[in-house]
């Protein structure tokens, strides 16, 4: 069974910095694509940065320039660096994976998501 577990969410002022980890745990051969969403209170749940395991990166407008994402295949985890927090960045953030490969050939889970944790940034 594979299982994200996700860290490094807390409480920073604005303008300081946090780094999120999602490390996949279990047998697994390879993920496609590792990601990070977030869902702030009252509002539904958006795409913040994605990469592939060709190190491709996608992210989410509002956090150009500040977030990084970046990921270690070998240990299978992600990170998000995110820099030069704002309020606005306040939300609870998921680790998404999809493509979780039992070979190169066989996909074992389609996509799956991490607990979520809690990024708060005061002003």
């Known amino acids: 069974q594979v299982q994200l577990v996700e860290s490094g969410g807390g409480l920073v002022q604005a303008g300081g910095s946090l780094r999120l980890s999602c490390a996949a745990s279990?047998?697994?051969?390879?993920?496609?694509?590792m990601g990070w969403y977030r869902q702030a209170p009252g509002k539904q749940r958006e795409l913040v940065a994605t990469?592939?395991?060709?190190?491709?990166?996608f992210y989410a407008d509002s956090i150009k320039g500040r977030f990084t994402i970046s990921r270690d295949n070998a240990k299978k985890t992600a990170y998000l660096q995110m820099n030069s927090l704002i309020p606005e960045d306040t939300a609870v953030y998921y680790c998404?994976?999809?493509?979780?490969?039992?070979?190169?050939?066989?996909?074992?889970?389609?996509?799956?998501w991490g607990q979520g944790t809690l990024v708060t940034v005061s002003s």
């Open positions: 998404n994976v999809k493509g979780v490969r039992d070979s190169i050939l066989l996909i074992r889970y389609q996509e799956l």
């Open positions: 279990g047998t697994i051969f390879g993920i496609d694509v």
């Open positions: 990469i592939t395991s060709g190190s491709s990166t």
